[in-house]
């Protein structure tokens, strides 16, 4: 049977949705990585299934574009929740996710802010394979890690055009210090309240945006002391907002747009 889809995208970081309420998960590993294909399916960073929930609008089970699974994924949840607010005539909407019980708004600007959780910052949360102080790690740049659901490593720079992105990236991914790999990223201080953003997606390569490495960065960088509490993240693809206070749950504001709907051919997922 052909399996519908939503593509969409947040400031450049497409993402696709299957909405499987009312209906069992069809999404696999092998059927995630087939879709992600650039070439031979739909293509993606990320892949959101919407599914029934009892204290929720839908639970989200997200994927990325390899097929290995992962726990946040903030431009797909602002993409869902953009869907099912319009869906249900509303401005206000929770989505679980592994990460807990996320509460979506959409702001007057149109924009979807989406409550991501309390960022963790002990070794063995993000993971790391050893104890040590995740503000400052033992790798050659000093980086910070912490977790927004999914591990996160963060190096600030003093130029984001002299970093080699796509060989430094999947060094640090693979590194033995991180067991379950992490996502990377390379951050450059405008001001206080600005930064622009380079990553190395754990499982994707180099995106033009993303709302979890988003929170992570602006994260690490308020725990450094170089940042406020509110701060805009201007990525390749465009510019978010991320606002956390040093103790609480991390806001991520910015926007997300539809592209277009389709099915997958059946031959595509039985290949």
Same mark, same amino acid.
């Given at each position: 049977?052909?399996?519908?889809?939503?593509?969409?995208?947040?400031?450049?970081?497409?993402?696709?949705?299957?909405?499987?309420?009312?209906?069992?998960?069809?999404?696999?590993?092998?059927?995630?990585?087939? +879709?992600?294909?650039?070439?031979?399916? *739909?293509?993606?960073?990320?892949?959101?299934?919407?599914?029934?929930?009892?204290?929720?609008?839908?639970?989200? *089970?997200?994927?990325?574009?390899?097929?290995?699974?992962?726990?946040?994924?903030?431009?797909? !949840?602002?993409?869902?929740?953009?869907?099912?607010?319009?869906?249900?005539?509303?401005?206000? #909407?929770?989505?679980? !996710?592994?990460?807990?019980?996320?509460?979506?708004?959409?702001?007057?600007?149109?924009?979807?802010?989406?409550? +991501?959780?309390?960022?963790?910052?002990?070794?063995?949360?993000?993971?790391?394979?050893?104890?040590?102080?995740?503000?400052?790690?033992?790798?050659?740049?000093?980086?910070?890690?912490?977790? +927004?659901?999914?591990?996160?490593? !963060?190096?600030?720079?003093?130029?984001?055009?002299?970093?080699?992105?796509?060989?430094?990236?999947?060094?640090?991914?693979?590194?033995?210090?991180?067991?379950?790999?992490?996502?990377?990223?390379?951050?450059?201080?405008?001001?206080?309240?600005?930064?622009?953003?380079?990553?190395?997606?754990?499982?994707?390569? @180099?995106?033009?945006?993303?709302?979890?490495?988003?929170?992570?960065?602006?994260?690490?960088? #308020?725990?450094?002391?170089?940042?406020?509490?509110?701060?805009?993240?201007?990525?390749?693809?465009?510019?978010? !907002?991320?606002?956390?206070d040093g103790v609480g749950a991390v806001f991520l504001t910015?926007?997300?747009?539809?592209?277009?709907?389709?099915? @997958?051919?059946?031959?595509?997922?039985?290949?």
């Amino acid at each position: 049977m052909p399996l519908s889809f939503h593509k969409m995208h947040a400031n450049g970081d497409d993402f696709v949705i299957v909405d499987a309420r009312n209906s069992v998960n069809p999404v696999t590993s092998a059927i995630a990585r087939r +879709m992600g294909d650039r070439n031979r399916g *739909v293509g993606f960073n990320q892949l959101a299934v919407l599914l029934d929930c009892d204290d929720a609008a839908a639970r989200l *089970v997200f994927w990325n574009a390899d097929g290995s699974p992962l726990d946040a994924c903030g431009s797909a !949840t602002r993409g869902a929740a953009d869907r099912l607010m319009r869906e249900a005539n509303s401005t206000s #909407i929770v989505l679980r !996710t592994n990460r807990g019980l996320l509460t979506c708004e959409r702001t007057s600007t149109g924009a979807i802010s989406v409550n +991501m959780g309390a960022p963790l910052f002990g070794w063995s949360d993000v993971p790391l394979a050893q104890e040590l102080d995740t503000t400052v790690l033992p790798l050659e740049g000093d980086p910070a890690a912490c977790s +927004m659901g999914n591990p996160h490593c !963060t190096y600030f720079v003093d130029d984001l055009r002299a970093i080699d992105i796509a060989t430094i990236g999947p060094a640090i991914e693979t590194n033995p210090l991180f067991p379950l790999k992490t996502n990377v990223h390379f951050v450059q201080i405008v001001d206080r309240q600005h930064i622009r953003l380079r990553i190395w997606e754990r499982g994707g390569g @180099i995106p033009l945006g993303s709302g979890s490495c988003c929170c992570g960065a602006v994260v690490n960088g #308020i725990r450094r002391g170089l940042l406020d509490d509110s701060v805009e993240v201007e990525c390749d693809g465009g510019s978010v !907002t991320v606002q956390w206070d040093g103790v609480g749950a991390v806001f991520l504001t910015g926007p997300a747009e539809a592209i277009f709907s389709g099915t @997958i051919a059946d031959g595509l997922l039985k290949a």
